[in-house]
Nanobody, 125 residues
Framework: QLQLVESGGGLVQPGGSLRLSCAASGFTLDHYAIGWFRQAPGKEHEPVLC????????YYADSVKGRFTVSRDKAKNTVYLQMNSLKPGDTAVYYC??????????????????WGQGTQVTVSS
């Protein structure tokens, strides 16, 4: 079964950090573009950070620039979203996604082939 499994969400205080993991099973993430999306209550699903596989070109939502980064561990077939200086506005369910055409990143959710189940991130004091 081809799937992405997320972990690492939770409750964190403002200014804190979390690292989300997205592990693939049934396929390798090599040559896949990766997207991280989030959806907060009452808000639309939005792209947070999207990265190509070919040259590492990356899209960052303005709200996360300088605070969020992505990395890959090919040996573990896992992608990570490092989130620093978290704000209450970052509270949302976070989803990772993989796109087969990895040469370019994509910010449209409809272009992704596989999705994780989502993990809740809550930033609150």
């Amino acid at each position: 079964q081809l799937q992405l499994v997320e972990s690492g969400g939770g409750l964190v205080q403002p200014g804190g950090s979390l690292r989300l993991s997205c592990a693939a099973s049934g396929f390798t993430l090599d040559h896949y573009a990766i997207g991280w999306f989030r959806q907060a209550p009452g808000k639309e699903h939005e792209p947070v950070l999207c990265i190509s596989d070919s040259d590492g070109s990356t899209y960052y939502a303005d709200s996360v620039k300088g605070r969020f980064t992505v990395s890959r561990d090919k040996a573990k077939n896992t992608v990570y979203l490092q989130m620093n200086s978290l704000k209450p506005g970052d509270t949302a369910v976070y989803y990772c996604a993989a796109r087969d055409h990895g040469e370019t990143f994509a910010i449209s959710a409809s272009l992704y082939d596989y999705w994780g189940q989502g993990t809740q991130v809550t930033v609150s004091s």
